[in-house]
Antibody, heavy 118, light 112 residues
Framework: QVHLQESGPGLVQPSETLSLICTVS????????WSWIRQSPGRGLEWLGN????????NYNPSLESRVTISVDTSKSQFYLTLTSVTAADTAVYYC???????????WGQGTLVSVSS | DIVMTQSPLSLPVTPGEPASISCRSS???????????VDWYLQKPGQSPQLLIY???HRASGVPDRFSGGGSGTDFTLKISRVEAEDVGVYYC?????????FGQGTTVDIK
């Protein structure tokens, strides 16, 4: 049974960079797509983007403009989220999740709350 | 972006009775391969979302057969044949046909 676990700081200063790690255990890293999704009261569930297992392809939500980067380290079975120039609007619970090429999120992390505040 | 609109947003249910949630997309989710690309998720209180239905009508592994998904094009429905107390939570539809993948606003199901 695959297990996903998010990790990273729970508090980020405005205008700084939010960085999260998702560690995947108990299952294959290959053959899947790996996403970041966030949830806040004002925006509901928002898909931020994904990366394929080889790291060769990424898709991002245009609403985040050029602030978001997703990368992968298959040797560590980890993938990463970087979100630059954060504001209070980026305060949310951030989830990592596994999917196939077109959706079907069959495994989710427990989520990690990130607050943007000085 | 494809907008996903759910109704109702709140659904009080009686255990043992059926329930139905509607999801409408702003563009057709029917791929030229014949599949409709809509997923349904349930987020139970304090938990991460969990997959119920994928590609419109396919139940995910371990999902009870009281859950069923249907529809095509822009109109989709999630049905629960007989609601159980453990089914309470927020239900979301999501489209993975076109990036950015987008979710509905969610439908909160609770017991009357």
């Amino acid at each position: 049974q695959v297990h996903l676990q998010e990790s990273g700081p729970g508090l980020v200063q405005p205008s700084e960079t939010l960085s999260l790690i998702c560690t995947v255990s108990g299952g294959s890293f290959s053959g899947y797509f790996w996403s970041w999704i966030r949830q806040s009261p004002g925006r509901g569930l928002e898909w931020l983007g994904n990366i394929d297992y080889s790291g060769g392809g990424t898709n991002y939500n245009p609403s985040l403009e050029s602030r978001v980067t997703i990368s992968v380290d298959t040797s560590k079975s980890q993938f990463y989220l970087t979100l630059t120039s954060v504001t209070a609007a980026d305060t949310a619970v951030y989830y990592c999740a596994r999917s196939f090429e077109r959706g079907l999120f069959d495994s989710w992390g427990q989520g990690t709350l990130v607050s943007v505040s000085s | 972006d494809i907008v996903m609109t759910q109704s109702p947003l709140s659904l009080p249910v009686t255990p043992g009775e059926p329930a139905s949630i509607s999801c409408r997309s702003s563009q057709s989710l029917l791929h030229n391969n014949g599949y409709n690309y809509v997923d349904w998720y349930l987020q139970k209180p304090g938990q991460s979302p969990q997959l119920l239905i994928y590609m419109g009508s396919h139940r995910a592994s371990g999902v009870p057969d009281r859950f069923s998904g249907g529809g095509s094009g822009t109109d989709f429905t999630l049905k629960i044949s007989r609601v159980e107390a453990e089914d309470v939570g927020v239900y979301y539809c999501m489209q993975p046909l076109q990036t950015p993948w987008t979710f509905g606003q969610g439908t909160t199901v609770d017991i009357k």
